[in-house]
């Protein structure tokens, strides 16, 4: 257990003042402390999970990021990393006239990056090939 040592101490500026400090005796090691430790919760054990993925408790985020003047890029992250995101930037490409690229991004990993506004496209696109069901999708922005 932990016990408490009072010791008084005096000013020197005005005698009728006495300070107490309150020193603390820890033991040194936690075997000396007989206090349960509760099992901790961690909140976090779910997100952390090996089995994570865009079909299972993972959403795919399709974003549109506003460039200059009414220039706008749709950004699509989040989708599993078994599939080949150049074909499906190809055939984004192909399905809706646009130019796109593959950005690794340090924190959200592989995104894809399409020309203009391409959000309802890229949802559609993506349900109908089979690649994510619709209720895995969210659309941001605007």
């Known amino acids: 257990m932990v016990s408490i040592v009072r010791s008084c101490l005096s000013i020197k500026f005005s005698p009728a003042i006495a300070v107490c400090r309150v020193q603390l005796h820890r033991p040194s090691f936690m075997s000396e402390l007989d206090i349960p430790v509760p099992n901790a919760f961690d909140p976090f054990a779910e997100a952390n999970a090996d089995d ?70 890229v949802s559609t696109f993506l349900t109908q090939a089979g690649i994510v069901k619709k209720e895995h999708i969210k659309i941001h922005g605007f």
């Open 52 to 121: 994570s993925g865009a079909g299972s408790k993972e959403y795919v985020h399709i974003r549109i990021q506003q460039r200059n003047g009414r220039k706008s890029l749709t950004t699509v992250q989040g989708l599993k990393k078994e599939f080949s995101y150049n074909k499906i930037l190809k055939d984004l490409k192909k399905e809706f006239c646009c130019n796109g690229t593959v950005v690794q991004d340090p924190e959200l990993g592989q995104v894809i990056q399409l020309q203009g506004d391409q959000r309802k496209n």
